[in-house]
């Protein structure tokens, strides 16, 4: 029988049957695109009721070409990739979806590129402030729980989503800048919609990757945050995860292809062993675990091997960037994905944005296995470049908190590991740090003792590479007595309107906060302006008796002397040691405490205390 015309009986004999079979469309990503893009092309990704059921028309729209059509094994979802050629203008365009019953239509929007400023980038000239939107501030109470989410607001509940939002961290945007600080990273703010079980208030459990999580705000006030920030030279970089999602994504309900995550009963969760990704002696069983094993039970792991997948997630960070003016992105769990894709994948981003940054989170404990991450590196026979610019300096961040604890190492590891930075094909782009939201508070590290957390900023703000702090790490907070990881995640004291105090306000902190703050402060806002620190060259010396000595210079003669006391004695320093990087200069203003002192023969340095002096003639 012909199918026009056994369509029209079925509508004759049971035409709500029919109409419960006919195709529909519920979603298109992405939502929106723009003219003028580097990247010629977009792949949509059409998602209804029996999609595969119709046939989409071609495109009238000046410069924009239909190029494919692909069905998959779930008729659902078709991939539509249009081409946009130089010619193409903005506007609207109608997409025609033609089955037999009639035509299904959804309009879709080319859009103008951005002209403001963004995709900026990050370097060592920045300072990154890390915080969790949902711990730093509550602006709109009113969002703290939306109708139909599984999780609402428990703040007794230390490891419960606590109600942060966009409107608070706009709210303090002016106490961040304040600080010296100079770019944000917030942690993921994509729709996390699981179970309170779990609690994904972290945001790395994405259940919609074009959405932003509505208890933290919409994709507008998150561009109007981006815009603020802006507007007080503050840049924005975003958090992305690729290598997993949340287990209530919608796709997991119905997902397009079979492969599109990896099977959990075959490869089970991951070994988190990152040596495994490049041991020359590993076998591909602990290969495979690392990358195609789910990272936790409740994180479905990303097939990125599925072309279709890897076109969708390279778009997506394609539209966050244009749509919000973002400046830099940092990527969750880098090497749990493959690492062919996340080649293409930055490449594809730095492509398209070549002022932008991104920094790979590789938590791993030795500088070789660092460096291999970073473009360029040349020193292992598989040849495999990343074309990542920064990696995360976990090895810097372990040797800082062994250095400083009271029962850890010593100064040397400080030494000892920045020894090996020949192996980083350029060490000052990476991202430097004592602590972050998955590591114990550096506070609580050095046992709540002020002056090894001084010491250790101090290094942290001279060092080479690209400095972040963890939000309250200017507070010098401890970790709360708590069980999880909420134990490292303290709400911002005064972020919320119920809160006894405020630490946004010099009257509200304690006296010891106050303290940490005004150093803190002090020796950032200086970082800021000092170019030397930024670029400059970094010469250091074996540490002795418990002091640490280095030089930031450069070929305008701009020399910084960084010297930092851990012993518990003052110490005398023979400055003869130095003389090839004092080169003359007479004396040197303490930036920390404001004095200037005389480079003659000896420096005297009291105990537990940090200098860094500017040398002057």
Sequence with gaps: MHRTLAAALLLFVCPALALAQAPEIERIDPPFWWVDMERSTVELMVYGDDLAETRVQNIDHTGVSLERVTEVENPNYLFVRLRIADAATPGTMTLRFRHDE??????????PRRTDTYAQGFSSEDVIYLLMPDRFANGNPENDSIPGFLEGVDRSDPNARHGG???GIREHLGYI?????????????????????YGAYHGYAATDMYRVDPRFGSND?????????HERDLKVIMDMIHNHIGDRHWWMDDPPTSNWVHDVDTHGTTNHEGAAAIDPYASEHDREQLTDAWFVPSMPDLNQDNELLATYLIQNTLWWIESTGIDGIRMDTYFYADKAYMTRWTSAVLE????????????VPTVPHEAYWQDDFQAHPDGYDSDLPSVTDFPLSFAARDAFAPDGGSLYDLYRTLAQ???YPDPNKLVTFLDNHDLD???????????????????????????????????????????????????MPGGWPTDQRSVFTEEGRTARENEAHDFVTNLTTWREGADVVHHGELTHYIPQDDTYVYFRHDDADDTVMVVLNDADEARTLDLDRFAERIQGHSAGRDVISGETVTLTDTLAVPARTPMVLELRE
Excluded: C
Excluded at 178 to 197: K, R, V, Y
């Design 441 to 491: 508070r550096f506070f609580s590290v050095v046992d709540e003792d002020p002056a090894a957390f001084k010491l250790a900023y101090t290094f942290l703000m001279t060092t080479r590479g690209i400095p972040q702090v963890y939000y309250a790490t200017e507070l010098m907070q401890p970790m709360l007595d708590v069980k999880g990881d909420g134990a490292k995640r303290a709400d």
């Design 177 to 197: 800048d304040n600080l010296g600080m100079t770019a944000i990273w917030m942690t993921p703010i994509f729709e996390n919609d699981m179970s309170p079980e």
């Design 102 to 111: 009639g035509t299904l239509t959804r309009d879709f929007e080319l859009r």
């Design 352 to 363: 398209e944005y070549p002022d932008f940054n991104i920094v790979g989170e590789s938590w």
């Design 421 to 423: 930075d020949h192996v």
């Design 221 to 229: 006030t998150f561009r109007r945050l981006v815009q603020d920030a």
């Design 165 to 167: 939002d966009f409107a």
